[in-house]
């Protein structure tokens, strides 16, 4: 037998460490104990949970010096292990032991607060959440059938935009270089086709929402129903892409379709399509400064979108739309640790106070960001902020706070989002 893939379980002492390994290992060979420390050294053991292999090792005692009666060191300690744990961008799992009653979930802020998106309650005591905790391990661990490094994942990629500005063309231009386009589809639901698609050995599906016609001549209500039909399309989509006819500029219509991304909170970018009909063949940039500024004033409400200006007709500027998803997808993988993101955002309250909402003002007692990095699609960055009273910040100030933020990590595509929690 090769080596294991290794699965540590780490913790301060007396979390139920000892008592977890025995459960996964199925084997009485760890003591346990009440008394914090039992555990001295570090205890391995092969497991096998649904056919899937691996070394489980338990690695005792971090901080035993720590009081566990004081909360507040007991807290810092569980901070400190996530901080460094996060570093190892190994893949990780919250386990929340303890849980000994199925309706036993207000530590939930507890965990999130860690920063991390998956947690796993269970009682090793009694036996809870075993199976549960055993497929989210295996889900991690490589398949031995193939020792190949996983798959990148699937992008979604949504083509919105109103009847007629191009969107069959684009999903036509982008699939020209295949031979079969008709067997590969691989599901049609009654809002839009989904195409599998390849580009550089990157898989896609893209949401062709333009793929259902409505039989009737072109009419407003077309217009209409093309936008609750996109609602879909961009709910399960990982990133959208708005097409916009640069003859026509930004309409009303499409200012409904982006308010829907604005809403669904999704990475997106703006495609201006039929470029071949507008660019004049002198002063090329002026003309590009003037296109672009015009549809960031129509859309400001999307403002950390991108804007592709091509032709679908002529395949010119194809390139830049996946150029710009491949930044989309490079900087949602950006993350800020705990302790620069909770001095960013001091030295933001400092350099510009909140406004005061009735007699109360804004703070925030600590932020975290939540890891997505083992995540199999596209997340827009997410903070958690802890704050005094979550009605004290403003729109104003979330952008501003927003755009602390995206000075220091750009955040390409992607929209910034804050979740509040109130301190109590
Ligand atoms: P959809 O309803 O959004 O799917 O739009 P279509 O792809 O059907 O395009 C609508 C019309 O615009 C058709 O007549 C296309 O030939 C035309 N069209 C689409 N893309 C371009 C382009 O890049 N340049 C030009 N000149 N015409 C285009």
């Known amino acids: 037998m090769g080596k294991l893939p290794i699965v540590a379980i780490v913790g301060r002492p007396n979390v139920g460490k000892s008592a977890l390994f025995n459960r996964l290992v199925r084997q009485r060979v760890a ?14 053991a092969d497991c096998e949970i649904d056919s899937v292999r691996f070394t489980l090792v338990d690695t005792g005692g971090i901080g035993s010096a720590i009081d566990a009666s004081f909360d507040e060191q007991v807290r810092a300690i569980d901070r400190l292990l996530a901080r460094e ?11 929340a032991n303890k849980i000994d009653h199925p309706n036993q979930t207000d530590h939930e802020t507890e965990f999130t607060e860690l920063g991390f998106a998956e947690v796993v309650p269970v009682s090793a005591a009694h036996g809870r959440g075993m199976t549960e905790l055993a497929e989210r391990i295996a889900a991690h661990l490589p398949d031995e059938a193939s020792d190949s490094a996983p798959p990148s994942p699937i992008l979604k990629l949504a083509i919105v935009g109103r009847p007629n500005v191009g969107k069959s063309s684009l999903i036509n231009a982008i699939l020209q270089h295949r031979q079969t386009i008709v067997s590969d589809i691989a599901g049609t639901t009654r809002d839009a086709i989904d195409i599998p698609y390849q580009r550089d050995g990157k898989q896609f599906i893209l949401i062709d929402t333009a793929g259902i016609r409505s039989r009737g001549k072109q009419s407003s209500s077309v217009e209409v129903f093309s936008v609750m039909r996109s609602q879909k399309s961009i709910e399960r989509a990982d990133v959208c892409a708005l097409v916009i006819d640069a003859v026509d500029g930004v309409t009303a219509q499409d200012k409904k379709i982006a308010g829907l991304i604005q809403e669904n909170e999704k990475p997106c970018l703006v495609v201006v399509n039929k470029l ?21 004033s129509n859309l400001f ?14 395949g010119e500027n194809l390139d830049r739309l ?28 400092e350099a510009h106070p909140p406004p005061a909402r009735g007699n109360r003002r804004l703070k925030i007692m600590y932020a975290t960001q939540i890891d997505f990095k083992q995540a199999d699609s596209i997340h827009p960055p997410t903070f958690l902020l802890f704050v005094n009273d979550p009605q004290t910040l403003t729109d104003d100030y979330r952008r501003y706070l927003e755009g602390k933020i995206r000075e220091q990590l750009g955040y390409y595509g992607l929209p910034i989002l804050f979740r509040l929690r109130s301190r109590h």
């Not at 744990?85 to 386990?95: D, E, F, G, Q």
């Not at 997808?329 to 950006?334: I, N, T, W």
């Open 85 to 95: 744990l996060r570093s190892t961008k190994k893949p990780i799992i919250v386990v």
């Open 276 to 296: 071949d009909l507008v660019k004049p063949s002198t002063r090329a940039r002026d003309f590009f400064d003037a296109i672009l500024g015009q549809i960031r």
């Open 31 to 44: 003591i346990v104990h009440d008394q914090p420390g039992v555990t001295r050294d570090r205890l391995s």
């Open 301 to 314: 409400f999307l403002d950390y979108a991108p804007i592709d200006v091509l032709s679908a007709h002529t």
């Open 322 to 349: 996946f150029q710009s998803i491949e930044r989309i997808e490079k900087h949602a993988q950006r993350t800020l640790g705990t302790g620069q993101l909770n001095r960013l955002l001091q030295q933001a309250l």
